[in-house]
């Protein structure tokens, strides 16, 4: 009887053993004391700027389809769902589309998902953003991606970003075929950071003597997008740069900023797709059609489309009506012709812009301030995620997580990266204290930081360098009842965020950044390469 039940301890004790290995590895540290401090002070002298552009696919090839016998876009043997194995391997090889719900598969592609990068070299320091059509992307693979970049491509700073599209594969894990099996595939992953780090390289090969052209159109989208939590507080400015090549007077790329959640396709969307991104970029480098008729002429060149403050949450929800620009129709479900209507216009817009740029530069500076941070992990079912390898979050300390913010100028413009999808009212102002919220205090995160950043043109990139969730004002943190603005229910967000003392922590950093940028108080980084 002892013998048993000492070899029963032993077995127990060493499952538990072996779990806190499991999940010790799960939560470690991926690039142990990696750290960004970077400050770059562009020279007094302007310096006359090169900018290259390049567009890499990253989209899944899509082998293995599926019979989705209930038309629930959820693919569930249990229910009769069956799938085809067209590479007769025996098994369903899924690729999982993130957002919305678990056991989305994807049963093909209806367009390419993209890396798009941008260089700016203005002699003296050479930065680059890339945009990823993606929900996310995780700083500790951002990072991977740094690692990569080829020592000849003279790369100061990188600034990985996503679009956010609720249509492409899960690149964060959460929306696997259930919520405890990650959705990332593993070889797909290498092939984006791959594909990422060939994207920069080309846009380094492509870098030519530049002008930049800025304009902005802060009310015009303003119907193309909705805030589905109180207050009602939005970010519908479109904000665009282009680039044209100083001799050939033609265009080397567009940057287009705007804020909404690429999820016009919705839920039921069982192909991949960048959603809307898709066709503004698609009409700004080929032009606008109505049917075969050239309505407006396209720019040629790249287009990057960056988001901006999409918290809150800002979208186009399937019943929200569009009307379409040419034919007498108005979308009030989501379908590709609704993502079609919504590209055609926000092109519309910004081609209209461009045709009256606001400020012609073609000598500039870059200056620089990156800075990493650690924020507290205090959302239970994001640290049981990690603790289970779901969610790659590797941690630096007691559930403590490695990101990352930084703010660069040029010229006329400033550009802000956020690691992930902040609350537009702490970018544009408006942080209430409803009645009903959690924490009873004034709010935190004021002055707003668009007010903060120098120059004209403010650019603010969300999902920058790391995906975290939702940032909300302390203030409109709301979990416990009674439930502020009388609702009945607790609102959507703080299940998709890290914790409440996110926002505070970033405003605070995000703050001192600017205050560098604002009066030029940094220290200059040396450069070995010129």
Not at 195 to 207: K, S
Not at 245 to 263: F, M, R, S
Not at 433 to 449: A, F, T
Not at 452 to 457: D, E, R
Request: glycine share 8%; hydrophobic share 40%; proline share 5%.
């Amino acid at each position: 009887m002892k013998k048993w039940l000492l070899r029963i301890g032993v077995t127990i004790i060493g499952i538990v053993l072996l779990l806190s290995l499991w999940v010790f590895w799960n939560l470690r540290d991926r690039h142990p004391g990696y750290e960004v401090d970077l400050a770059i002070k562009g020279s007094g002298t302007l310096g006359s700027l090169q900018v290259g552009f390049a567009a890499f696919p990253i989209t899944p090839e899509i082998v293995d389809t599926w019979n989705d016998v209930n038309d629930d876009a959820k693919f569930r043997e249990k229910e009769g769902d069956t799938y085809n194995d067209n590479n007769n391997n025996g098994k369903f090889d899924a690729y999982w589309i993130a957002g919305f719900d678990n056991q989305r598969a994807a049963n093909g592609v209806h367009d390419d998902v993209w890396a798009r990068a941008v260089v700016f070299d203005d002699g003296e320091t050479r930065l680059v953003m890339v945009s990823l059509d993606a929900i996310g992307f995780r700083h500790d693979d951002v990072v991977d991606i740094r690692k990569q970049i080829p020592a000849e491509a003279e790369i100061e700073y990188a600034i990985i970003s996503s679009t956010h599209t609720h249509e492409s594969n899960d690149l964060i894990g959460i929306w696997g075929e259930h919520p405890f099996k990650s959705g990332v595939h593993k070889e797909h992953m290498q092939y984006v950071k791959n594909q990422t780090v060939a994207a920069i390289a080309q846009a380094v090969n492509n870098l030519r003597p530049a002008k930049l052209l800025f304009a902005q159109d802060l009310t015009g989208a303003e119907e193309l997008v909705m805030d589905t939590r109180e207050p009602i507080v939005m970010d519908p400015g479109l904000r665009l740069m282009q680039a044209i090549d100083a001799e050939a007077d033609t265009t080397l790329g567009v940057i287009v900023a705007w804020a909404n959640h690429p999820e016009t396709l919705w839920s039921d969307n069982l192909y991949i797709s960048s959603d809307f991104p898709h066709y503004v970029r698609e009409y700004i480098e080929k032009g606008v059609y109505d049917g075969d008729s050239l309505c407006k002429p396209g720019v040629g060149g790249v287009a990057v489309y960056v988001n901006g403050a999409i918290g809150g949450l800002m979208t186009t929800r399937s019943s929200m009506p569009l009307s379409d620009p040419f034919l007498d129709t108005t979308y009030t479900e989501a379908s590709f012709d609704k993502a079609r209507a919504q590209g055609q216009r926000l092109a519309m817009l910004a081609l209209n812009a461009l045709d009256h740029p606001d400020t012609l530069v073609d000598k500039a500076n870059l200056s620089v301030r990156a800075k990493t941070i650690t924020l507290p992990l205090d959302n239970k079912v994001f640290r049981l995620a990690a603790m289970l390898g779901v969610l790659d979050f590797g941690m630096t300390g007691w559930f403590r997580i490695r990101t990352e913010i930084a703010a660069f100028t040029l010229g006329p413009a400033s550009f802000l990266s956020i690691p992930g999808e902040i609350y537009p009212e702490i970018v544009n102002g408006g942080v209430e204290v409803p009645i009903g919220q959690d924490y009873e205090i004034d709010p935190v995160e004021i002055p707003p930081m668009r007010e903060l950043m120098p120059g004209k043109y403010r650019f603010v990139i969300g999902l920058s360098n790391d995906e975290i969730g939702y940032i909300i004002p302390k203030s409109q943190w709301d979990v416990e009842a009674p439930y502020s603005y009388n609702r009945d229910d607790a609102p959507y967000g703080e299940e998709n965020s890290i914790g409440p003392e996110t926002a505070p922590i970033l405003h605070r950093e995000i703050r001192k950044i600017l205050s560098e940028l604002q009066t030029g108080e940094i220290a200059v980084e040396s450069h070995s390469r010129r």
